[in-house]
């Protein structure tokens, strides 16, 4: 079946560290990838996507390229800052003719101290 | 407002009671979806729905009943509430590639 996985957390880092937080899935077919982000007491937002092999999304400092030949899509910043303490959230979409449903991994809490 | 709400924030209820959770979307979003978040879970689909008067179960619909009258609207019941049904809840909208989400509802069932 279909599923993502991420790396379990909580992730502590101190600012301006180099962030990585792993995401591998399985899906038939060829998915769109996501990273959503969730700031405390909010839904998510929607931080980066990629729809095809080699894409690579960014935003806000952030960037995941889409392997296929890895079926991963890691996050990565080149150096947090505290109000990047959040959480994170890996998705892939099914092929075109699915209806649009997002299967998510469980979320990787990312704490940055000063 | 333009966007997506979601009423109440918080509830508690006791269990076996029947409760409902709003969703509006101004955007007339073909697609809505009711999630629950729990810690270790990350976030499964209840329901979803592809348009008015069409809703199809996701992955942990047990329990719970949607309805979709008007494109905007899609509210979530809990027909008689269980603790196991204590969660954070989110409900989303989209038209393409991405999911637009209201801000919660954090449910405690006593």
Redesign the interface.
Known sequence: GNSVTQMEGPVTLSEEAFLTINCTYTATGYP?L?W?VQYP??????LL?A?KADDKGSNKGFEATYRKETTSFHLEKGSVQVSDSAVY?CAL?RPPGN????I????TTLQVKP | DAGITQSPRYKITETGRQVTLMCHQTWSHSYMFWYRQDLGHGLRLIYYSAAADITDKGEVPDGYVVSRSKTENFPLTLESATRSQTSVYFCASSESQEQYFGPGTRLTVT
Do not use: C, D
Request: charged share 20%; no cysteine; net charge positive.
């Open positions: 769109s996501f959503y007491g909010e839904g998510l937002q929607l996507k729809t959230f979409r209806t649009g449903k997002l998510f991994g469980q979320g």
